[in-house]
């Protein structure tokens, strides 16, 4: 098993350089001398030759590029110039914001996609299947910002349910003290329901914008492997000796279907960490998009670069975590390699 | 044989183009819905600008964020600005950036797999590693690194949206190449004396073809998410111009007040075309390519 682990980790290392060179490469494409830009609008041509030495852009591209990688090593994104403060603090600070977000909506993909999925294929070309081809359909096709502010209206305008869309806490509200940085796990560490409830409230509209976009591979996938799965010898036999269909489809063809929806969260996640940027900003979300986002639209690209990078590198982690997952779940994957 | 040839007088092109797709269209009811649907969105595309009863960029503040009513179908917005016809104008940028992106992406993504699955090797490793490079991000932030870093304009939103459908392609490309090269009419080719290049653009090519443009269709719907996401957090595409993801961007202040009209109707319109474009690549490939029918 140990193997396994090595060698799939092994094989994200590619991965991983190919991250940092394209993210180094992303900042030398900047339109124009990168040193005039980093030294801001009003800059003196002697400030930004002294940026320049600084930022040792008058090295050959090999040279930078080596800086690029030690500075990484050394956990150094650089600093943003609207605000000041270093990168990889202000990414960190961020971070469970973003990460609570976005497992909190692979939970609601999962949880609506999977039952979805089974349902559709123990009745295929029922109305229940012709209903989770449409919502997986629809689910794609509508836009993540979109059914986001139709939540909102509905919500919180029409029907009042749901706080304001703004952040990840009522103003009345003081967060939890930090202990994982996930406010629902913090504030029930503290014994305090009050904001864990408040907390939550926030979270299940964004949550569920994000699990309604990233649900159709699920359902499809599940769906499609429970097909098969239920046409096989083992499942007919298992019916033959008369057990019960619900021991059928749970116990013997869920468990054997689960495989093939494993290897799907790969693309899931893509979906999702993408779709976070585009929520956060719909629901003034406190979380990594947001600030890039920011970033962005003041051309302040080292919290972009240090963005892009970290996103990539979860990516690459999560990708390499579902293969090992698969390895524990599927003996004969282990024999394989 | 000439009996045969007399009885059954050789189509024209044309008249053969229209029976194929006819047959299309009535295989599948759903399919030949979205291809109206398309055809709806290409006359918008086309015509929109000059068949819209109001100025898309007239403002006229004493109309400002009228509901829906009979002179304004969708609405107005802040400025006062006709809803209805900043919707159907955008439908010609949005259309565009899709198409052009797609376009871009089948010359960059299909040229390369298939070079890569026929002549294997070194062509083989460089295009697959720099799939694989261009896989390892979430792909929406590719995008969003890339329009940053190259500038702000709806040109390097193509580009970006065409860079990470770049796998997608190469990788269908080169095993459907792959599996051709040493098919019997490559070898015949080969021993006629074509060079390999001949062979590629003249056997290899046409044979890939029907497969990359139903991934074309497919991927279409994806590309105008994307760019409409991008310019959603106000990237390439400025304001005052019409576009659907600005305009939501735009009308997403006033859901909270109510003034639903402002971002429910671009938001309305970009998902119909995306469900239509998704609709008619599902369709598509059932057609060209039945065995990948989920």
């Not at chain 1, 609207?82 to 497992?103: C, D, F, K, N, W």
Request: aromatic share 10%; glycine share 8%; with cysteine.
């Amino acid at each position: 098993m140990m193997t396994l682990i090595i060698k799939r980790a092994a094989m994200a290392v590619p991965s991983l350089i190919g991250v940092v060179i394209v993210t180094f490469l992303l900042t030398r494409m900047l339109p124009g001398d990168p040193a005039a830009y980093f030294a801001g609008p009003a800059a003196t041509p002697q400030a930004i030759q002294e940026v320049r030495v600084k930022l040792g852009l008058d090295k050959p591209m090999i040279q930078q590029f080596g800086r690029y990688v030690v500075d990484l090593a050394h956990g150094n994104l650089g600093t943003s110039l609207t605000t000041g403060q270093s990168v990889v603090a202000e990414l960190r600070t961020r971070l469970p914001a973003s990460a609570e977000l976005t497992l909190l909506g692979l939970l609601v993909s999962v949880a609506i996609a999977v039952p979805l999925g089974i349902l559709a294929a123990t009745r295929p070309n029922s109305l229940l299947d012709h209903a989770c081809r449409i919502i997986s359909t629809a689910g794609v096709s509508l836009p993540v910002f979109f059914t986001g502010l139709i939540l909102i209206y509905v919500f919180y305008y029409l029907l009042g349910w749901a706080p304001a869309p703004l952040g990840r806490l009522d103003v009345f509200y003081t967060a939890p003290p930090q202990v994982t940085g996930f406010y629902l796990i913090d504030s029930l560490i503290a014994g305090d329901p009050e904001t864990f409830t408040a907390a939550l409230k926030q979270l299940i509209l964004p949550a569920l914008t994000l699990g309604v976009f990233s649900l159709a591979p699920i359902a499809r996938m599940t769906r499609a492997s429970m097909l098969a799965v239920l046409s096989s010898d083992f499942i007919r036999t298992a019916r033959a000796n008369g057990l019960s269909s619900w021991t059928v489809i749970i116990t013997y063809a869920f468990r054997n279907a689960m495989l093939p929806v494993i290897t799907t969260l790969g693309m899931v996640f893509s979906f999702l960490l993408g779709a976070n940027v585009l929520v956060e900003k719909v629901f003034a979300w406190p979380g990594i998009g947001s600030y890039a986002v920011e970033a962005l639209l003041a051309s302040d690209f080292a919290p972009v670069q240090g963005f892009v990078l970290t996103m990539a590198v979860m990516y690459v982690v999560l990708n390499l975590m579902i293969d090992i997952v698969y390895g524990l779940i599927d003996p004969r994957v282990r024999v394989e390699t | 044989m000439t009996e045969i040839a007399a009885a059954r007088p050789r189509e024209s092109p044309v008249a053969a183009l229209f029976r194929h797709s006819r047959h299309v269209l009535t295989q599948n009811p759903v399919t030949a819905f979205a291809f109206g649907l398309f055809l709806l969105i290409l006359l918008a595309a086309v015509f929109g600008p000059y068949i819209v009863p109001y100025d898309p960029l007239a403002s006229d503040t004493t109309q400002a964020l009228k509901p829906p009513n009979a002179q304004h179908w969708f609405g107005t917005d802040q400025l006062g600005r006709d809803v209805f016809s900043r919707v159907i104008s955008a439908t010609r940028l949005d259309f565009f950036i899709a198409v052009a992106s797609v376009a871009l992406v089948f010359l960059m993504g299909g040229l390369a797999g298939v070079a890569a699955g026929f002549f294997g090797g070194w062509t083989d490793r460089i295009v697959g590693r720099v799939a694989d490079t261009i896989m390892a991000f979430p792909l929406f932030v590719l995008a969003m690194g890339i329009v940053a870093a190259l500038g702000n304009t709806v040109q390097n939103i193509v580009l970006a949206t065409a860079i990470v459908n770049f796998p997608l392609y190469a990788r269908i490309a080169r095993a459907e190449a792959n599996v051709r090269r040493d098919a019997g009419f490559v070898e015949a080719a080969r021993l006629s004396g074509n060079a390999d290049w001949r062979i590629l653009v003249g056997q290899i090519l046409p044979n890939v073809l029907p497969i990359l443009v139903v991934q074309m269709s497919l991927t279409m719907g994806y590309a105008i998410l994307n760019a409409a996401g991008l310019s959603f957090i106000g990237l390439g595409v400025r304001p005052p111009t019409p576009e659907w993801g600005i305009m939501v961007a735009e009308g997403a202040a006033f859901m909270v007040s109510g003034q639903w009209w402002n971002a429910f109707f671009p938001g309305a319109a970009l998902m119909v075309a995306v469900f239509c474009f998704n609709l008619l690549g599902d369709g598509l490939r059932d057609i060209v390519d039945p065995r990948r029918r989920t």
